[in-house]
């Protein structure tokens, strides 16, 4: 079974990890399961020895889904810009250095 676990993460790919607090990370990852691709938000522990572990928290979706996640986070960030809990130049200026 271990085998099968280690060819799994081989096919996975990690796009981002975002430190949520000393103790959790945000990792956000292609996946594959049985032959499947999934997009995979999930939160990791960070043990102080050792690899940080999946937790229960998380989604997992089929790409299928991914134009309509990424109409929700775009709405989500006009509203967050809104309510002024992000700044606008601000995130500009974070995307502009990602490129």
Same mark, same amino acid.
């Given at each position: 079974?271990?085998?099968?676990?280690?060819?799994?993460?081989?096919?996975?790919?990690?796009?981002?990890?975002?430190?949520?607090?000393?103790?959790?990370?945000?990792?956000?990852?292609?996946?594959?399961?049985?032959?499947?691709? @999934?997009?995979?938000?999930?939160?990791?522990?960070?043990? /102080?020895?050792? %690899?940080?572990?999946?937790? #229960? *928290?998380? $989604?997992?979706?089929?790409?299928? @889904?991914?134009?309509?996640?990424?109409?929700?986070?775009? /709405?989500?960030? %006009?509203?967050?810009?809104? #309510? *002024?809990? $992000?700044?606008?130049?601000?995130?500009?200026?974070?995307?502009?250095?990602?490129?």
């Amino acid at each position: 079974m271990k085998k099968e676990k280690d060819a799994r993460k081989d096919s996975d790919q990690l796009i981002a990890t975002i430190e949520k607090n000393p103790d959790e990370e945000i990792r956000i990852s292609l996946r594959e399961y049985k032959g499947h691709p @999934f997009v995979d938000i999930r939160i990791y522990w960070k043990p /102080a020895d050792g %690899e940080p572990g999946p937790t #229960k *928290k998380g $989604v997992t979706f089929h790409p299928e @889904f991914y134009p309509e996640f990424r109409k929700a986070i775009a /709405a989500l960030e %006009e509203a967050l810009i809104k #309510k *002024k809990l $992000v700044d606008r130049e601000a995130l500009e200026a974070a995307l502009a250095g990602d490129a």
